[in-house]
């Protein structure tokens, strides 16, 4: 007989294969009953040689005969899957599996069919179909729905036809529909008995669905006739499960959608899992929640839910929550507790700007910490709202309290970017409220040069972070991105740091001019020789300007020339009655020895004593310089300037020795070349 099988089954083909694994199946079935009813009889079991004879039936193998007649007549129709082709007869057989299996059942025991649990339910025409919708889940997707949807009816056909009447029976198909409203997920007492044989029935399809084809649970779930509990937990586990994350949360969006019984019992599903620790779970159901909250289906719903979880910033108590990790964040509990509220908010901020004035009333009743904590999550969705008339009512019309998170908005907003005219007006509306230059650096490349001009004192006046911030946004970057459309160029900026005269702000003017000269390619010599020649006609001269001869010959040594030029300018605009400027003066010449000495040369005979007594690299520098000079050049030269050097030997002369011989010659060969000619 095997071997004959086993011929037919190859010659057949797959669909013969098939048919012939089904009747071998139906075959030790239907065996393996009549031995349980010959055991259960109390009959031995013998193998008969001789011609068949037939038995009387026995008491238990009448009641059983029918149910032996359904499990028949159910594979038969299993087997004729590849014999139908007429699709009225594939829909007729669709609706007679479910209904024999249903009949099967009842006809066994209708009360022991109202309360069949889920492992109670192991009868074998069950496990029978379940094997044949898992063997192949795409193609049996219809006979599962169909066989669903009868246990479904039968239950409730049940209870129409017991004691209850037909009010409770209506009672409990709507319980049926909504036994998720309320309670906790997980609690199966709360299914009603009629239908615990259809939950059960659910739970062992979807079991195996899981295994098999976990895309199909979102179609099977949308076209159940009731969603129970235990659907709804699969769902879950699929949300957590990261190989299933993408399907549980599309399977709750659709449920949310398409299922408005089941729609709140699933938004409350998928709010709870916006809170999640996981960083991947909250994130796939912030983003399925957005897109709900975009269809407006149960949009008020989450809403409400997300301000009520940002007003938890106010009351609830970082310290007392356990499932709180900080492991792989890098930031504190109270970083993570307020990420965790905030993330849907914001997210829904983005779809709804009016939302920011809920953000902002929050934020001046929390602490410090979560102050803190709440700025560092402002950056995606404020620059995802832009500039959107909402958040500049929110801006402008902020309360005490609010200051720290109007800045932060308005540098998150120009961090990419010149600002637009309408955030130009809204941070000039706050610096005249409030008086604090720091709301205007943001938007310092949308004031005008007078603007800037007026304000540059107080920039000066701030911390050395917050000035060199104001600086890197006024200054183009090597992106070009920041600082390229200032109304106010480098070089008019660089002197107005220079024309500086406030004592207190001098230091910082220095330092600001510091950061610009630390950027090589941002002056050229033409550059910085305009600055110097717009600095040496004011009068009197600025009280950096000989610090900004110094900072341009140590960018631009060629400009030294052009810088001497200078020095004798500040000479005739009489530099030494500046203390500051005549010592920088000093400085400027010792640098550029010994081009320097014409300027030098120019000073009246008081101060030339000075320097020439007290710079010992001036008096060395001199002679000589004055040894190159022609004869017509040293006639120009003021009478004084050798009447001290012929004088008596300075305190250098007894420390240079014959150095010093030499530059007495030096000045009696001068001193003879001018009375020859």
Known sequence: AAGAAAGATSAAGPQGKARVRSGFRRQSLLASRAASSAAAAGQPQRRHKGPFVLRPAAPDDADAAPQRMLLDLLLRLLDLEDVLTEPAAQRARLVLVGRVL????????????????????????????????????????????????????????????????????????????????????????????????????????????????????????????????????????????????????????????????????????????????????????????????KTTVGSEYIREYAIHNLWQLETKNEDNMADLSTEGTGGTRTDVFVKNRLQLFLSLCVLQPTLFSELMKVYVSVGTKRKSAIMKNLDAPVRAVGCHEELMHMLEDFPDGGATLVLRVLNILTEQGSPQPRLVTVAQNVYNKLQDVRFLIPVLTGLTQAAIL???????????????????????????????????????????????????????????????????????????????????????????????????????????????????????????????????????VRNMLPASLEAVMLLPREQFTELYREKSAISSALPSYLHHMTPHQRSKLPRHVLEIMQGPKSRHSGEDGDDDGGEADSVKRSRHSREDS
């Open 454 to 588: 007026g304000i540059l004192p107080k920039i000066l006046a701030l911390e050395e972070d917050e000035m060199k911030e104001a600086f890197t946004r006024l200054l183009p970057d090597k992106s070009g991105k920041r600082g390229k459309n200032a109304a106010i160029k480098p070089t008019d900026l660089l002197v107005a740091l220079f024309s500086t005269t406030t004592t207190k702000l001098l230091v910082k003017a220095v330092r600001a001019s510091s950061l610009m000269f630390q950027r090589k390619r941002l002056f050229t010599q033409e550059d910085l020789a305009v600055v110097m020649e717009r600095l040496g006609k004011q009068q009197p001269l600025p009280p950096l300007y000989m610090r900004a001869m110094m900072q341009t010959l140590q960018n631009s040594p060629r400009l030294k020339m052009f810088l001497v030029k200078q020095l004798c300018v500040s000479v005739s605009k009489e530099v030494w009655k500046d203390q500051g400027l005549w010592k920088g003066f000093g400085l400027c």
């Open 102 to 293: 249903a009949l099967q059942l009842h006809h066994a025991d209708p009360d022991a069919f109202m309360t069949t649990s889920l492992h109670e339910a192991t009868d074998d025409a069950t496990q029978l179909l379940l094997e044949h919708l898992h063997a192949d889940v795409r193609h049996t997707l219809d006979m599962a729905l169909s066989w669903l949807c009868c246990e479904y009816d039968s239950g409730l056909a049940l209870v129409e036809a017991g004691e209850a009447a037909a009010a409770a029976a209506a009672a409990a198909a709507a319980a049926a529909h909504d036994m998720e409203l309320d309670g906790d997920h997980g609690d199966e007492a709360a299914v009603p008995p009629h239908l615990q044989r259809y939950d059960a029935c659910v739970r062992g399809y979807l079991a195996g669905l899981t295994v098999h084809l976990p895309d199909a649970v979102t179609t099977v779930l949308l076209q159940l006739p009731a969603l129970t509990r235990s659907a709804l937990r699969l769902v879950r586990d699929y949300c957590v499960n990261p190989e299933c994350t993408a399907v549980g949360f599309q399977t709750l969006k659709e449920l949310v959608r398409k299922r408005e019984p089941a729609r709140r019992p699933c938004l409350d599903l998928l709010l709870h899992f916006a809170s999640h620790p996981s960083t991947d779970v909250r994130t796939a159901a912030i983003h399925t929640c957005k897109e709900l909250f």
